[in-house]
């Protein structure tokens, strides 16, 4: 060691990067297909419990039935928004740029909710029991994203 | 087979915002070197079993244990780890010591959250499939638990920056914590919007540091120490892992837990028997969620209560005198440090934050986004 030298407090400078492909399921695969090429939401029922869960999903959590392609039903497309949140931050894992609007949406004929973007509305008149309408992207890829945001059914 | 399980020993390092001189294994190594130190204890002769909780993308690799194995004893020795909050470690070292395989476990949480980006990390813990790629985080899920519990019962920003006040207050008197300070309403009312309703103050700071926490049988726990702090109760329980799922402004999995720990211990009446709580205030507002999932009081009255100064220093019962989580103690070693600071009350042994005599102390750690899963622990003196 020579002890002129200054060996300081050193960091090993990464990044993890991985190009992953989930595959979405059973459920999944339906949904995603349904979304990208027919502009469908679809969620699935329990019949034993008389929900129907978003996401689909092949095992009911609550009552642990089976559940498969013939319980899926389609659901929405408009909704409630439940709550909600004015993101002020940014980070390169958000599609959009701050601010914008998550808000938890519960579709028509669902009983469980959606995270998903608010686009369009004042940020003031955001408030829970507002009625919204998906807005699909223009290009679909299949993914959640698909859907591009919802936005209000009344003009505000 | 022991029938009592006691905490023997309790070490913590110093929280700061970032630890540029230590890797995570030697940070892990102060609080263990510490903790056998004051017990006398050796990693050869008495630990028979380690329980560590970290965060695999903080510490850098996956199954991250395998970077403290030499440090907690874990080199060719029995060495458990849980992607979880640490309050998880005391919850498995607990049950390893009741079924009788175990007599003296070492449990530890480290995290050194300056080592990467806190809000692509909990990115990653939403499902890839649904949920990641509209980038949500701990702290955008947060507030929108946070404007859905404070809309249904109607808690105004001021009553939830008083909890921001009153822990902020209490960090003072905690040498081990960066975020204290005395703070006006209008300061912390002013401190800038992240994701409404919750300000930067509601937030608790990036941090690095560990926990480690001695835990033997009755007859062992005699032995090491004249003060043993018993696990009068253990409890857990998971929630739905989809936001949508869930009703956000209830913690049905922190009332399941609560209730476990609570049957263990024999406690009936929570807010009349338990002499102090620490909790997991990650964001500001779960410290009024966790109280009613705690039984302390029903569902919307914590904000009143608080307001009312009986979670305060002085008040009828202490709730995070430490100053919590945010006055700057990391996550994953959240729960451990709610776990040490509730066995440092009843000890006596907590400096100028002791609240005055604690019998029965309760400590809270929870895991994944908006409190998924979620852990209580019991303490008591007898
Ligand atoms: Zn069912």
């Excluded at chain 1, 408009?78 to 601010?99: C, D, M, Q, S, W």
């Excluded at chain 1, 909710?113 to 509305?121: L, W, Y």
């Excluded at chain 2, 009703?247 to 211990?265: G, H, K, P």
Aim: with cysteine.
């Amino acid at each position: 060691m020579n002890p002129e030298h200054d060996y300081g407090t050193f960091e090993s400078d990464q990044r993890i990067v991985a190009h992953s492909r989930y595959f979405a399921g059973l459920m999944g695969s339906y949904f995603f297909v349904r979304l990208r090429d027919e502009q469908k939401i679809v969620g699935a029922r329990c019949e034993k419990c008389n929900k129907v869960f978003w996401p689909p999903r092949s095992t009911c959590g609550r009552c642990f039935s089976v559940l498969s392609l013939e319980n899926l039903t389609e659901i929405g497309p408009l909704g409630t928004l439940e709550t909600f949140t004015i993101v002020k931050y940014r980070e390169p894992v958000h599609p959009r740029k701050a601010p914008f609007v998550y808000g938890i949406i519960k579709l028509d004929g669902a009983d469980t909710s959606m995270v998903h973007f608010v686009d369009g509305v004042d940020f003031q008149k955001l408030a829970p029991g507002m009625r919204l309408r998906p807005v699909f992207a223009n290009k679909r890829n299949g993914n959640i994203l698909d859907i591009d945001h919802f936005e209000p059914l009344d003009s505000y | 087979m022991s029938e009592r399980v006691a905490i023997v020993g309790v070490a913590q390092t110093v929280f700061s915002p970032k630890r540029p001189d230590v890797n995570y294994a030697e940070l892990a190594y102060e609080a263990i070197s510490l903790v056998l130190e004051s017990t006398g204890l050796s990693v050869e002769a008495d630990i028979d079993n380690a329980v560590s909780c970290s965060h695999d993308i903080w510490d850098g690799q996956t199954i991250s244990n395998i970077g403290i194995t030499d440090v907690i004893g874990g080199h060719l020795r029995n060495e458990e780890k849980l992607a979880m909050d640490g309050s998880t470690a005391v919850y498995y070292a607990t049950i390893g010591i009741l079924s009788g395989e175990f007599d003296c476990t070492l449990a530890l949480a480290h995290t050194k959250m300056s080592q990467t980006n806190r809000n692509i990390v909990n990115n990653t813990a939403f499902d890839p499939i649904y949920s990641r790629l509209l980038g949500l985080d701990f702290t955008s899920a947060a507030a929108l638990q946070a404007q859905r519990f404070m809309s249904r019962y109607n808690i105004s920003e001021k009553q939830i920056a008083e909890v921001v006040i009153k822990n902020l207050a209490n960090a003072t008197r905690n040498p081990w914590v960066h975020n204290k300070g005395f703070y006006t309403l209008d300061q912390a009312l002013d401190s800038p919007v992240i994701s409404s309703p919750i300000r930067k103050m509601d937030i608790a700071p990036d941090s690095d540091g560990a926990v480690a926490i001695v835990m033997a049988s009755e007859k062992k726990a005699l032995k090491v120490t004249d003060k043993p702090v018993w696990i009068k109760g253990v409890g857990a329980c998971y929630d739905a892992h989809y936001l949508g799922d869930r009703d956000l402004s209830e913690c049905y999995a922190l009332r399941s837990a609560a209730e476990q720990a609570y049957r263990m211990a024999e406690i009936d009446h929570p807010r009349d028997e338990i002499d102090l709580v620490e909790l997991g205030d990650e964001f500001s507002y779960q410290e009024l969620l966790w109280l009613e999932g705690l039984g302390i009081c029903g569902s919307g009255e914590a904000a009143d209560l608080t307001c009312r100064g009986f979670t305060s220093f002085d008040g009828a019962l202490p709730v995070n005198p430490s100053g919590g989580l945010l006055a700057g103690v990391p996550t994953n070693v959240a729960g451990l440090n709610r776990v040490a600071e509730a066995a440092l009350q009843i000890r006596g042994e907590a400096g100028d934050r002791q609240v005055g005599d604690v019998r029965i102390a309760v400590a809270q750690g929870h895991s994944g986004f908006c409190g998924q899963h979620q852990c209580v622990i019991v303490l008591g003196r007898e």
